[in-house]
């Protein structure tokens, strides 16, 4: 079956220190990974997007990396502001012969306090 | 502006009464899908669709239709809605391609409360 798993479930920081939250996966055929953040009632955002052959990929203070033989990805995110208090969901993509559907993780969700 | 947008926003109805949420872009994307979110359980897709007279289910259909007439529209439809499609909706757009990481955009949402 397939599954995306995230760790940990919510997360407290002090802003400005780093975090890394966590995704493994049971997905096949894999096509790609990516990272969304998500505000609380509105839709999900990309941060990044990597394919089996990527092992990192940044955007601005947010840096994904993937282990395609693991099946592991994790999102690290430095020097944290109170703006990235949010959800963080893992999604990753199957591609079929004549189907496309994302698999998407149940979230972290990550407060920043001042 | 490049965007997805659903209407209503906010929708509260009773047990039975059909209703429709649109969802529309304008980005010329192949690719759409209904998603639902509720409450630790992440977004489970309800049914997708890859190009205009082409849709398929998602992981939970049960009590939805759609359809795809016009490649900016796709609209959900709950023919009788009850209590357990209470949730948060969302709409997405992308476009499709070989194995290729098209960005997916999301619209903001749709709120549905069934009485």
């Known amino acids: 079956k397939n599954q995306v798993e995230q760790s940990p479930q919510s997360l407290i920081i002090l802003e400005g220190k780093n975090c890394t939250l966590q995704c493994n996966y049971t997905v096949s055929p894999f096509s790609n990974l990516r990272w969304y953040k998500q505000d609380t009632g509105r839709g999900p955002v990309s941060l990044t997007i990597m394919t089996f052959s990527e092992n990192t990929k940044s955007n601005g203070r947010y840096t994904a990396t993937l282990d395609a033989d693991t099946k592991q990805s994790s999102l690290h995110i430095t020097a944290s502001q109170l703006s990235d208090s949010a959800s963080y969901i893992c999604v990753v993509s199957v591609y079929g012969d004549s189907s496309y559907k994302l698999i998407f993780g149940s979230g972290t969700r990550l407060l920043v306090r001042p | ?115």
Request: net charge positive; with cysteine.
């Open chain 2, 1 to 115: 502006e490049a965007q997805v947008t659903q209407n209503p926003r906010y929708l509260i109805t009773v047990t039975g009464k059909k209703l429709t949420v649109t969802c529309s872009q304008n980005m010329n994307h192949e690719y759409m899908s209904w998603y639902r979110q509720d409450p630790g359980l992440g977004l489970r897709q309800i049914y997708y669709s890859m190009n205009v007279e082409v849709t398929d289910k998602g992981d939970v259909p049960e009590g939805y239709k759609v359809s795809r007439k016009e490649k900016r529209n796709f609209p959900l439809i709950l023919e009788s809605p009850s209590p357990n499609q209470t949730s948060l909706y969302f709409c997405a757009s992308s476009f499709t391609g070989s194995h290729l990481p098209y960005e997916q955009y999301f619209g903001p949402g749709t709120r549905l409360t069934v009485t």
